[in-house]
C-alpha cells in the first residue's frame, strides 16, 4: 500500500509552508527579477540540499516512503527546521512507511497508580496528566480548581473528561479565561499537529481534528500554518472566576509510557512573593473544600 492521501497532503503542506518562510537572502543565494512564490523556489532547496530537482519536487508533493535518514537530514537543514519541525517531518517520513493498518481506537494505557499519588501529593502547585489528544486524564484538585471553567464546560465529554483544544476552540468563555487566548491557541494547534504526524492512525485524534476543523475558523487557519510544537512550558496568564488574574510558569514533562502513548505531567507555580502567589493559594484552600476527591487516589489499601 502506498503512502496514504492524508500524509502526503500533510507533507505537500509543511515543505511548502516551510520554503515559503525563508528568503533567498537568508541562505547566501542571489536573488534576481520578480519571483513569482514567497521564499525560496523548489530548486534552490534542491541546490541547499544537494538533491536534483525533480526529486526535491517529487518529495514535496508528498511521496516521502523510503526517503533516507540521511537526504531528510539535509533537507532539515536546507529549510532550517528547529529540532521539533525535524522531528515531525521523520514522523511523516515513518507514517509514510507501506502499511495496511487503518485508524483505529487506541487503547488507553492506565496511569500508574504513582504518578497519582505525585500529583496528590501537591499542594502549592497545579499538576496535571495529558494525552497527546491534549485530553486531561488526571489532576490534582489544585489543577481541577485552576481549570474549573474548563472542567464545567460543555465541552467535556460524557465522562466529564476535558480537553484543551475543545475547550480553546469551542468554548466562547475561553476567549476570557486564557489572558493570552490568540498565542495559545496557537500552541494547541501546533501541539495537535505533531501529534498528528506522530500518530497518524489514531482514529480519535482524526475525529478531535475534524470536528475542530469543522466548527472553529480560527483552528481551520492555524491548522493550515502547520507549526509543529513538541515541548510546551513558558509562562500563562489566566483570568479566574474566584481568584482573578494569575500569572504562572508551567512546565511540562513526557513521562514514561507504553505502546507509544503519551502521558505529559504539566505543573503551574507561581513566583514567590507576588500577588499571584498570595492568589494561588486563595485557590487551593478554595480547592480543598470544592475539590476534596477530585481524582481517585488508586492508593492500595
Do not use: C
Request: no cysteine; glycine share 6%.
Amino acid at each position: 500500500m502506498d503512502e496514504q492521501p492524508g500524509n502526503r497532503s500533510d507533507i505537500r503542506g509543511f515543505l511548502a509552508s516551510r520554503r515559503a518562510r525563508i528568503t533567498p537572502e537568508q541562505v547566501g543565494l542571489p536573488t534576481s527579477g520578480r519571483r513569482r512564490v514567497p521564499g525560496l523556489r523548489r530548486e534552490e532547496v534542491a541546490v541547499l540540499a544537494g538533491v536534483s530537482t525533480d526529486w526535491y519536487t517529487r518529495l514535496e508533493k508528498g511521496h516521502i516512503s523510503g526517503v533516507s535518514e540521511d537526504v531528510l537530514a539535509a533537507v532539515a537543514q536546507a529549510l532550517r527546521l528547529d529540532e521539533d519541525e525535524r522531528t515531525y517531518l521523520f514522523d511523516l517520513a515513518r507514517a509514510a512507511r507501506p502499511t495496511r493498518r487503518a485508524p483505529s481506537r487506541r487503547r488507553e494505557d492506565r496511569l500508574p497508580p504513582p504518578v497519582q499519588w505525585l500529583l496528590d501529593s501537591m499542594t502549592m502547585s497545579a499538576g496535571f496528566v495529558r494525552n497527546g489528544r491534549l485530553d486531561v486524564v488526571a489532576t490534582n484538585p489544585l489543577a481541577r480548581a485552576l481549570h474549573a471553567p474548563m472542567f464545567d464546560s460543555d465541552t467535556t465529554d460524557e465522562h466529564g473528561r476535558a480537553n484543551f483544544a475543545r475547550y480553546h476552540f469551542l468554548d466562547p468563555g475561553s476567549h476570557h479565561f486564557f489572558v493570552d487566548w490568540d498565542d495559545g491557541a496557537a500552541a494547541t494547534a501546533a501541539l495537535l499537529r505533531a501529534e498528528a504526524g506522530r500518530e497518524p492512525h489514531d482514529r480519535a485524534l482524526r475525529e478531535l481534528i475534524g470536528e475542530l476543523s469543522t466548527l472553529s475558523p480560527e483552528f481551520r487557519t492555524l491548522w493550515a500554518a502547520h507549526d509543529i510544537r513538541i515541548r510546551h512550558d513558558g509562562v500563562k496568564r489566566l483570568q479566574h472566576p474566584e481568584v482573578g488574574l494569575l500569572e504562572l510558569t508551567y512546565q511540562a514533562l513526557r513521562l514514561p509510557a507504553p505502546n507509544r502513548a503519551v502521558h505529559e505531567l504539566t505543573v503551574y507555580t507561581a513566583e514567590p512573593g507576588t500577588t499571584s502567589e498570595d492568589r494561588l493559594k486563595l485557590l487551593s484552600s478554595w480547592a480543598a473544600t470544592q475539590f476534596p476527591a477530585a481524582e481517585p487516589t488508586n492508593r492500595p489499601r
